[in-house]
């Protein structure tokens, strides 16, 4: 099943609890927080407090992908401040086992995520540990990124590493997505599709999202 799982890092920052409303009108059933922390990538976002405030503000699941040095520190954090889903770098975290298994030991969904030029061999020990594969379609960091294409074939590949290994792990894509790429990387085997930009830039959020639904219902 597609999911839309819209980027507030594109919202008006004045207005987060109407635009999840928008957003939630609209069918997307997960938001997406990017966590940055101005050393693992070159910007800076939200914290906790924010996320604590998110909690309050939706009934949607909250999403965060932490962006940050030593996630292992701060990964419980954030789901006692509300997270339902907490994803790490593989590129941030020598220790990312444990930290999964941290987050999940209190109560979220974990995630592994992996930059674009990443070997997805990366995640040859961990693939078992996780929920869910975060992969990465642009450079972590910016929203409005372009798609970079050769995350189409890294999502079938994963899939396939997915399903001969007999697992559940859901596929979540994140960066550049929007109506030209959004059908192929589904047909690919994404099921849960980040997207900032193309919902928050057009001025009708709700309608893109419905609209992004739209481009891949003909796929199930
Ligand atoms: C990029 C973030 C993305 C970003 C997506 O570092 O992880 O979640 O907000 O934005 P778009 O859809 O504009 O690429
Ligand atoms: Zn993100």
């Given at each position: 099943m597609v999911e839309i799982a819209p980027s507030i890092l594109s919202a008006d920052f004045t207005r987060l609890a109407e635009e999840i409303a928008a957003v939630e009108h609209g069918g997307a059933t997960?938001?997406?927080?990017?966590?940055?922390?101005g050393h693992f990538v070159p910007n800076i976002t939200v914290g906790l407090p924010v996320v604590r405030s998110l909690a309050r503000a939706t009934q949607l699941p909250l999403d965060t992908h932490l962006m940050i040095s030593?996630?292992?520190?701060?990964?419980?954090?954030?789901?006692?401040?509300?997270?339902?889903?907490?994803?790490?770098?593989?590129?941030a975290d020598p220790h990312i086992h444990r930290t999964l298994a941290a987050i999940r030991k209190k109560g979220a969904k974990a995630g592994v995520v992996v930059n674009p030029a990443t070997s997805l061999s990366a995640l040859d020990e961990v693939l078992q540990y996780a929920d869910y594969v975060l992969l990465m379609s642009v450079n972590p960091g910016f929203g409005g990124q372009q798609f970079i294409p050769a995350s189409v074939e890294r999502v079938r590949r994963l899939r396939r590493m997915i399903e001969e290994r007999g697992l559940e792990t859901r596929i979540e894509i994140d960066g550049g997505i929007d109506l030209t790429n959004i059908e192929k990387v589904a047909a690919a085997g994404a099921e849960i599709m980040v997207a900032g930009t193309a919902v928050f830039g057009q001025g009708d959020p709700a309608g893109a999202v419905r609209g992004l639904l739209n481009a891949t219902a003909q796929l199930v």
């Open positions: 997960i938001v997406h927080v990017d966590v940055m922390d030593e996630p292992g520190r701060y990964a419980e954090q954030f789901v006692e401040a509300g997270a339902r889903m907490v994803s790490v770098h593989v590129e």
